[in-house]
Structure formats: C-alpha cells, structure tokens
C-alpha cells in the first residue's frame, strides 16, 4: 500500500502544481482585465474596479512566490555547497 499512497500524493501534488497555477494565473489575468475599465461597442464605458485589479495582482503575487520557492528547492543543495546558506530548514543531505 505504500507504493500506492506515494503514487496517489505524486498525483495529487502534480494535478495542484500542474494544473492549479496556470487556473490561478489565468483567473489572476481575468480579474486584472475586469477591474480596468472598458469601452463596449455600444459606446458606453464601464468604471475601473480596483479591488479586482489588486487581487490579479495578489494572485500573480501567489503564483510568482510558488515559482521561486520551486525553483530554490530544486537549487537548494547547490546554493548551500557554494554559499554555506541554508534557505530551507530541512531537506540537506
């Protein structure tokens, strides 16, 4: 059963990782589009909504923070044989 709980975590995180951020950045670029005011064909312009352009922003805040920190992970054992810096608590050999 242990080979089949790893199995089912390796999925779970890859669905998250794999799939959930480009959702979230694609979410992220909707409501930054939604809260800059447009110009519809009638003619008729609709107001800027502030609070949807600052959670676009937090949202491509969030993805950009989980892109670093994956790319530190991965890097973490080279970056602390160069520099003697320990990022990440755990996860030394």
């Known amino acids: 059963m242990d080979i089949v709980e790893s199995i ?3 999925l779970a995180i890859g ?3 794999g799939a959930g951020l480009p959702a979230l950045f694609a979410v992220g670029l909707r409501w930054y589009a939604d809260g800059s005011g447009t110009v519809h064909e009638d003619g008729t312009v609709s107001a800027p909504n502030p609070i ?3 959670l ?3 949202l491509f805040a969030i993805v ?3 892109i670093v920190t994956g ?3 991965i ?4 970056i602390y044989y160069y520099t ?3 990022i990440f608590p755990f996860g030394y050999k």
């Open 84 to 86: 003697d810096v320990k």
């Open 15 to 17: 669905l998250l990782l």
């Open 64 to 66: 950009a923070l989980v």
């Open 75 to 78: 890097t973490r054992q080279t």
């Open 52 to 54: 949807l352009k600052y």
């Open 71 to 73: 790319i530190l992970w």
């Open 8 to 10: 089912a975590k390796v």
């Open 56 to 58: 676009g922003m937090v």
